[in-house]
């Protein structure tokens, strides 16, 4: 039996090859054909031209879509030079989101007093050291026509005192107080350039490539800027600094110090960032502002134990509106 069955499976095969053949030769060469797929000339039929319009029309539609959803996923702020990161636990950072011109360097205004503070915390051996003001710290805030903590002249305030008038308010007296006897120098003149010296020397030693400052309190003498980018690692690593947070945090502050005539003044300073008041977990850290500078602000908030840090630089006067977006895009997130 078995010789007489492999002759019939031959048989069989060969009539289902020869049909086939026939139905190939009955019936229309298409796209999907065998024929045409081994045929690299072949040209479509109508049916097929037909079927590959209907399958444009679905596919660019979500393409479309897909662009859309990509580009909402940002936060949607007027601030191109702004950059936002996740804290992490503090001593590493999470880029999170980059604006447009993240990395352009611009004047950055008032924003520039964080590095002059972590140079000053670089001795915290000194917080409590007394300095006299000057009549020369007010004559400056006067001529350059910059915000001032209104420290009178002869009082003796502490660099932790200061601190909070240079911070707080803003006050560009502080911030001179500071720079005049953080540096070194015979002159006022050279302890000042010693002080910025300083400030550039931070900036390289934390890797900030597109900062550069030529003042200690924000009035540029031309050559004084950073990136947003930039600014918000300043603002990360200046939060790391205990006293840094504890100053920044504050809505208000209400403090004494001996005064030149024996008798006891008391200051109150007010912070200039809105954030604190109309932001649930605001942190602070910097506002800054000037004609060419536009609007700054550099800043933090904490939710569930996460720590966001951004900064804005060359915004307009929404800068608070739109840092409350990027910070609720950033929690989302």
């Known amino acids: 039996m078995g ?115 972590l140079v000053v915390l670089k001795h915290p051996e000194w917080l409590e050291h007394g300095i006299q003001i000057k009549q020369e710290y007010r004559d400056y805030v006067q001529k350059v026509g910059a915000s001032t903590a209104d420290l009178q002249t002869g009082d003796t305030l502490t660099v932790r005192q200061l601190l909070h008038a240079m911070l707080i308010p803003s006050g560009a007296d502080a911030a001179r107080a500071l720079a005049d006897h953080y540096g070194q120098g015979a002159t006022t003149d050279e302890r000042i350039a010693d002080f910025v010296r300083q400030m550039n020397d931070e900036a390289q030693q934390l890797g900030l490539k597109g900062t550069h400052f030529d003042t200690y309190d924000g009035i540029s003498n031309g050559n004084n800027h950073s990136t947003a980018r930039d600014m918000a690692k300043l603002g990360q690593r200046a939060m790391l600094q205990p006293v840094f947070a504890e100053v920044v945090k504050n809505q208000q502050f209400k403090t004494e110090a001996p005064a030149a005539n024996g008798h006891t003044r008391y200051y109150t300073w007010n912070n200039t ?14 506002t800054g502002s000037g004609p060419e500078s536009g609007y700054a602000l550099v800043f933090a908030a904490k939710r569930d134990n996460r720590t966001l840090v951004g900064a804005i630089l060359k915004d307009d006067a929404g800068r608070f509106d739109d840092a409350k977006k990027i910070l609720d895009w950033g929690f989302a997130h």
């Open 3 to 117: 010789s007489h069955a492999r002759p019939n499976r031959i048989h069989r095969t060969g009539v289902r090859i020869a049909m086939v053949a026939m139905v190939g030769a009955a019936l229309p060469i298409t796209a999907t054909g065998l024929a045409q797929a081994a045929t690299p000339g072949a040209t479509h039929s109508a049916d097929d031209q037909q079927d590959a319009h209907r399958q444009q029309a679905v596919e660019q539609p979500a393409a479309d879509a897909a662009q859309d959803v990509k580009s909402q996923d940002a936060p949607q702020v007027k601030a191109d030079h702004a950059f936002l990161l996740d804290a992490r636990d503090g001593s590493q950072e999470r880029e999170m989101w980059a604006g447009a011109k993240a990395d352009e360097s611009v004047s950055m205004a008032s924003t520039t007093k964080i590095m002059t503070a």
């Open 273 to 286: 960032d809105q954030l604190l008041s109309t932001y649930d977990g605001a942190l602070g850290i910097k």
